[in-house]
């Protein structure tokens, strides 16, 4: 069912999910897992951890972000968020049961006017 995330290349609409997350929205591909995979609670994760990480010391957190899922054999799962690859994450979320459908997710948070959610492929 996502086994070819990389399809989505560039976005043509922007979704908004959620009124709790005004200024957060959805490209293409990140409307697509969380339809298809029932992953909005996966973009409410990230979305919830934006104040926290518009604080972080890290400016480059500020523009732009590196989210990585990754769910183990026993369905829990750890969500980070980095500057950078290499970076001590700025956020870690230990998820303690997850059915999403993929071992592993990495989600691109662009931040200007508004908190924009996509897969590395459409950035």
Known sequence: MLD????FTGTTNYYRWSPLFRRAVLTDGTQYVAEEAGAYWLMDAIASHQPAVMAH???RLHSLQFWHLKVEPDHSAVLTCRADSGC????????????????????WVAVTDRVVLMLPSEY
């Open 4 to 7: 070819n995330l990389s399809q």
């Open 57 to 59: 010391h890290d400016d």
């Open 88 to 107: 001590e994450p700025a956020v870690t979320q230990q998820i303690e049961f997850t059915d999403f459908c993929l071992s592993e997710i990495t989600i």
